[in-house]
């Protein structure tokens, strides 16, 4: 667990993001529920599933307002927009906020080989429409969307998206936890 201070100064350390952004998205996520808020005198304390939520919404939000939208999204967004069924196999990541979370385990414990792999991949939050695009070393690119919706389409005339590095998510998470 790292407290949302330390959180924020991570992410400005190590993706470059200002404090002046991250403190008006991380009050809007806590002020909806989504984020822990703490307790007097007891400041809140994030998982990794939290600080993933955070830098999604931190990369893929453009405006304050919509902040809360892009985060909830995190959680419905499925591989390809395919509608999972119950009994689909463990191994389908169920959401993109799922599929974050997974890499940020495999950065704090996995092998060195594994963590290298994660060092070298590169996450797209795009702004315009709700879209994770995680692109592994070995050139392959899983799209992550709004179930029902076409992941290989633009959804907008123009495409603009966050990038972080996996270098830069992997120092990140092991910078927290």
């Not at 939290?50 to 419905?76: I, N, Q």
Request: glycine letters at 10%; aromatic letters at 6%; proline letters at 6%.
């Amino acid at each position: 667990m790292a407290t949302l201070t330390r959180v924020l100064d991570a992410i400005e350390t190590h993706i470059g993001f200002p404090r002046s952004r991250t403190n008006g998205i991380s009050r809007r996520l806590q002020e909806a529920g989504i984020l822990p808020v703490g307790a007097p005198g007891i400041a809140p304390e994030l998982d990794q599933r939290d600080v993933c939520l955070l830098l999604a919404t931190l990369m893929s939000a453009p405006k304050l307002h919509k902040a809360v939208d892009h985060a909830r999204a995190y959680s419905g967004m499925s591989p390809g927009g395919a509608v999972l069924s119950t009994d689909a196999p463990d191994s389908i990541p169920r959401s993109a906020l799922e599929y974050l979370e997974v890499k940020s385990e495999v950065a704090v414990g996995g092998s060195a080989d594994a963590v290298d792999d994660v060092r070298g991949y590169r996450f797209e939050f795009v702004h315009g429409w709700r879209e994770l695009s995680a692109h592994t070393p070995e050139g392959t690119v899983t799209r992550f969307v709004l179930p029902g919706a076409l992941a290989t389409h633009q959804q907008a005339p123009h495409r603009v998206a966050g990038v972080v590095k996996g270098e830069a998510f992997v120092n990140l998470i092991k910078d927290l936890f």
